[in-house]
């Protein structure tokens, strides 16, 4: 895993199945992000057996099956839909064709699973909603940034033991470094990928709401610029937001393409989460000039101060549960609600944010 390297950053964990071999079968559709190779680790982990790969790109599809030998490279997309033995479906295609992928997924009565952004368009969102109602297949979203990060989800495990109280705010700070020598020419172009709060953005809404167990929540202000890439007019590489949750709890976030070549990873991702009784500080991914190691989660409250140093000590549970709601019919890993309107509120962000010039 290329820590330097946000958009091939795969995290891998220990093996824990909850499923029998033969149970859950999966393919992959759609290789234009790394985050796939993430997506895959964590179903794998779970039991979860790759079988398939299809993707456009003859050579991207080769070394995703150097990675994972398992999997049989299909020569279209719809052998795949056909095979009536796959039970899921992922996918990291280009953010604007994943909508209609996940479409045609559900149509062939098979669960989707589908890299941030799932959607570019609140229209997409609409369409999504009612394939899920119709089908009851599941439309997963990989909001990576909490579900496999373990001081983030051990974070959540804090929270709902009561060791801060009532959650009334969090902050979030979701910076990438660009590497645009590395990046794909629909990387620059928000018709795309939906603009930088749509895209990275989605991280951070989806903590929130997670975070303070809100159901909804009102975008009270965002601000998207450029301010380096101006070769890109239309690329975004800053964006920031407030938004007021239904239970009364705030949040604001920041997010960029400014991590400079010093820093030991790709982003110093940070969530500052505020209680009644104390509050949370999660460094995701390096302790800057203390520690290059990730997943360190700092606890004030009424006890005291503590360090916890949590890699390789929690796990990431979403998949395997997620795997368990495609089988049984269960909303464990996420509600299908919960993803839908984190999806929806940075669509919003986007929509609503004013543009910087300068």
């Not at 009102?218 to 690329?235: R, T, W």
Request: hydrophobic share 40%; charged share 25%.
């Amino acid at each position: 895993m290329n820590k330097k390297d946000g958009m091939n950053y795969a995290p891998e964990g220990k093996v824990n199945k909850v499923v029998d071999k033969g149970e859950f079968l999966f393919a992959a559709i759609g290789l234009d992000h790394g985050h796939i190779y993430g997506m895959c680790n964590g179903l794998i982990e779970a039991g979860g057996e790759l079988v398939a790969v299809y993707d456009p790109d003859a050579q991207k599809a080769a070394a995703f099956c150097e990675k994972y030998p398992s999997a049989t490279v299909a020569t279209s997309e719809q052998e795949i839909l056909e095979n009536t033995t796959i039970h899921l479906i992922a996918s990291a295609c280009i953010p604007v064709d994943r909508c209609e992928l996940g479409l045609r997924v559900l149509d062939a009565g098979k669960h989707y699973f589908a890299d941030k952004p799932a959607f570019t368009k609140k229209e997409q969102v609409i369409l999504a909603r009612k394939k899920v109602a119709e089908t009851g297949l599941k439309w997963g979203i990989y909001y990576s940034e909490r579900l496999h990060v373990e001081s983030a989800i051990f974070a959540g495990q804090l929270i709902e033991q009561g060791a801060i109280g009532r959650v009334i705010q969090v902050t979030g700070f979701g910076p990438h470094r660009a590497n645009p020598e590395s990046r794909p020419d629909w990387f620059f172009d928000p018709a795309y990928f939906g603009g930088i709060l749509c895209d990275i953005g989605s991280h951070q809404i989806e903590q929130f709401l997670y975070y303070t167990g809100a159901k909804d929540a009102k975008v009270l202000h965002s601000k998207v610029a450029n301010y380096s890439f101006k070769d890109h007019p239309e690329f975004e590489d800053f964006g920031d937001a407030t938004l007021l949750a239904d239970n009364g709890a705030t949040f604001y976030f920041r997010v960029d393409w400014f991590t400079p070549d010093g820093l030991g990873t790709w982003g110093d991702g940070r969530v500052l989460i505020l209680g009644t009784e104390g509050y949370i500080e999660v460094r995701k991914y390096i302790d800057i000039a203390r520690s290059n190691s990730s997943n360190h989660l700092y606890l004030v409250n009424q006890e005291g101060e503590k360090h916890f140093e949590l890699s390789g000590k929690v796990g990431y549970p979403f998949f395997g549960q997620f795997i368990l709601d495609c089988l049984n019919g269960t909303e464990n890993a996420m509600t299908q609600e919960h993803s839908f309107k984190a999806a929806e509120l940075c669509i919003e962000a986007q929509e609503q944010a004013i543009k910087i010039t300068g």
